[in-house]
C-alpha cells in the first residue's frame, strides 16, 4: 500500500549525483516542476570520492592561459583515446558542449585547483591541457551545484525527496508516467511525465558487475561508493531496456585489497600505490604470482601497464622492495590528501595491515602467495639490470637500486573497477530505448547508467564520465523544459 503520494511533477529525477543534479537544475530553471528523489541522505553521488576531472575545450580559463583548443581537437583525441570505439553520436554531442560546461561552473564559482587546466597522466594525457578539477576534488563540484539547486528549492520548482529509494516506475496508457519506491514512512509514489533515471553505475553489485565484465576479471576489487548497485539499469531492463555489452573493461591500477571487506578496495583516499611514474620515480619491482615481473614498472603509458596487468593470474600483482629502497624512495603509498610521508610508511610497514615484512624472499614470497623460486630468479635478474643499467627483459629505465637487503617488503595490488562500462541504450534524445530499439516513452538515462563505453570506449579519457553526466544532464533538463511547455501549447 502506498503510504505517500508525493505528487504530480514534469520531470522525476532518479538520483541527485552528477548527471541528475544537472538534469534538475536546468529542466527548473527552464519552468518545469521537478521532483529530485536519492535514496541516500545527501545529494552528490560519486563525486563525494571522484576526482571530479571535468574536460573541455575552447574555454574561458584555457583562453586565459593563452591555449588555443577546440571541441573538434577534443573530439578527435577522445577518438583516438578511446580507439574509436565510443558512441560517436552521444560522444562528440557532448564534447561539443563540454566547454561551455566548464564554463557554467566558473560563472558559478568554482573553486578551480590553480593548476589548472592542466595534463593528468594517471590516465593516457591529452595532448593539451584541458582538464580541470577543484580544490577539493569532486567536492567542490557538489559545492556549485548544490547551490544552484539550493535555489531551485527555495523558489519551489525543484521538490528535493532524500532517503527514497526508487524501486519501480507506474506505467499508464503505455508509458512510463511515474515511479514508485520506499521512503523514510514506508512505501511512496509520484507521478512524472518524464521520469530520468540518474542512478549512476553498477560496480558495487559483485553480481550485476560480473554479468558485464570479461571472464577472468571476476575479483577486480570494487572502488566506488555503495550506492552504485545498478538500481536504474534494473529498473529499465524490467520495462524491456536494452543494455550495452560490449565486454570492454580496463582496470584502475594500485588499489589494495581492504583487508576487513573482502571483494573492496581500501578507499583510496586514504591509500593507494603511486604507479604512475610522472608522479613518483618507482623503485620497488612489481611481480606475478609466478614471481614473474610482467611491465616495464616506469612505464608512460597508463594504458600499456593496465593491460598487462589484466593479462595475468588473479589479475593481481605484488610490489617488492627491501630496506633499501623504503630508506631511499618517495612513499610508495599515496592519497589525495598527500600525507603520506616516509615516516608514515615506515609506521604502515610496523602496522602491517597491507605491508607483508619479511627476513628473507622466500619467506615473503610464500607469505604473499607468490612462487619462491620465480621471485627468486626474477630479483636476481632485476638486480643484474640494475648493475648492468640495463633491463633486457621489459625496457626499464628507471634502475635505482638493488632490492638484496633485508628485511623485505612485499604489498598485493588487484585490478581494481570504479566506474560501469555498460549500460541502457538511450536514442539522440537520451530516451531509453528497448530491445528492439524503439524508446519506451516517457523514460529517459543521464550519466553512468549509460555506461562509460559511450564515452570513453575500452579506456579511460580524462574527464569523460563527470563531464557527459553534467553536459548532457543539463541538456536533457532544458529539453524536457521545452517539451513540457509545447505540449501545453
Ligand atoms: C574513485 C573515483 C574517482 C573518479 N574520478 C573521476 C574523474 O576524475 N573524472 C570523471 O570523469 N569520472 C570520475 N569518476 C566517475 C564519476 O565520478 C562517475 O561516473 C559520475 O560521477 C557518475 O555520475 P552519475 O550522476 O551518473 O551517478 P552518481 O554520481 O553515482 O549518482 C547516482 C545517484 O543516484 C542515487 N540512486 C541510485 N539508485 C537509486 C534509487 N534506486 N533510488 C534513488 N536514488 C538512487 C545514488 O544514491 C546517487 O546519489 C570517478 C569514480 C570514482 C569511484
Not at 589548472?116 to 576534488?137: A, D, I, N
Not at 550495452?244 to 571487506?261: A, E, K, N, T, W
Amino acid at each position: 500500500m502506498i503510504e505517500e503520494n508525493i505528487g504530480h511533477f514534469d520531470v522525476v529525477v532518479v538520483g541527485a549525483g552528477t548527471g541528475g543534479l544537472c538534469t534538475a537544475i536546468e529542466a527548473a530553471a527552464g519552468g518545469a516542476r521537478v521532483l529530485l528523489v536519492d535514496k541516500q541522505e545527501e545529494i552528490g553521488g560519486m563525486l563525494h570520492i571522484a576526482n571530479g576531472e571535468f574536460s573541455g575545450a575552447g574555454t574561458r580559463r584555457q583562453a586565459a592561459h593563452g591555449i588555443s583548443d577546440t571541441p573538434e581537437d577534443h573530439f578527435a583525441e577522445v577518438m583516438r583515446l578511446s580507439h574509436g570505439k565510443v558512441d560517436e553520436r552521444l560522444a562528440w554531442r557532448s564534447v561539443r558542449a563540454q566547454g561551455e560546461t566548464v564554463d557554467w561552473l566558473e560563472g558559478h564559482g568554482f573553486a578551480f585547483d590553480p593548476a589548472t587546466p592542466g595534463l593528468v597522466h594517471g590516465h593516457e594525457v591529452y595532448s593539451v591541457p584541458r582538464t580541470y578539477w577543484g580544490v577539493e576534488h569532486g567536492r567542490s563540484v557538489v559545492a556549485v551545484l548544490r547551490r544552484l539547486l539550493e535555489e531551485r528549492v527555495a523558489d519551489g520548482s525543484v521538490t528535493l525527496r532524500l532517503g527514497v529509494r526508487v524501486e519501480g516506475a507506474v506505467v499508464a496508457d503505455g508509458r512510463v508516467a511515474g515511479v514508485t519506491g520506499t521512503g523514510r514512512g514506508g512505501a511512496v509514489a509520484a507521478r512524472g511525465d518524464a521520469v530520468v533515471l540518474a542512478t549512476g553505475g553498477y560496480d558495487a553489485d559483485p553480481a550485476l558487475r560480473n554479468r558485464f565484465l570479461p571472464p577472468g576479471c571476476e575479483n577486480a576489487l570494487i572502488a566506488c561508493l555503495d550506492h552504485a548497485t545498478g538500481d536504474g539499469l534494473v529498473l529499465a531492463e524490467e520495462l524491456g531496456a536494452a543494455t550495452s555489452g560490449d565486454g570492454y573493461f580496463i582496470p584502475v591500477m594500485g588499489l589494495i585489497p581492504d583487508p576487513g571487506r573482502p571483494g573492496f578496495a581500501v578507499d583510496y583516499r586514504e591509500a593507494f600505490v603511486e604507479v604512475a611514474p610522472a608522479y613518483r620515480t618507482p623503485h620497488e619491482i612489481w611481480v606475478n604470482r609466478d614471481g614473474a615481473r610482467f611491465v616495464a614498472e616506469d612505464t608512460t603509458s597508463p594504458e600499456h601497464r593496465e593491460r598487462a596487468l589484466l593479462r595475468q593470474p588473479g589479475i593481481e600483482m605484488h610490489v617488492i622492495w627491501d630496506r633499501a629502497v623504503a630508506e631511499a624512495a618517495e612513499p610508495l603509498l599515496r592519497n589525495g590528501a598527500g600525507d603520506w610521508t616516509r615516516e608514515r610508511m615506515r609506521d604502515e610497514h610496523d602496522r602491517g595491515r597491507w605491508i607483508v615484512t619479511a627476513d628473507s624472499l622466500e619467506e615473503l614470497a610464500e607469505r604473499l602467495g607468490v612462487d619462491p623460486g620465480g621471485l627468486a630468479e626474477t630479483v636476481r635478474s632485476y638486480n643484474e639490470a640494475v648493475a648492468a643499467g640495463h633491463d633486457p627483459e621489459h625496457g626499464r629505465t628507471t634502475l635505482p637500486l638493488p632490492i638484496r637487503e633485508a628485511p623485505y617488503y612485499g604489498l598485493t595490488s588487484v585490478a581494481a573497477s570504479l566506474l560501469s562500462r555498460d549500460g541502457l541504450r538511450v536514442d539522440d534524445d537520451l530516451a531509453v530505448l528497448d530491445r528492439e530499439g524503439a524508446p519506451i516513452a516517457g523514460l529517459y538515462a543521464v550519466g553512468e547508467v549509460l555506461g562509460n563505453n559511450v564515452f570513453a570506449g575500452d579506456n579511460y579519457v580524462g574527464g569523460m564520465s563527470v563531464t557527459p553526466a553534467m553536459t548532457l544532464g543539463r541538456e536533457l533538463g532544458r529539453a524536457l523544459a521545452a517539451g513540457r511547455k509545447s505540449a501545453r501549447g
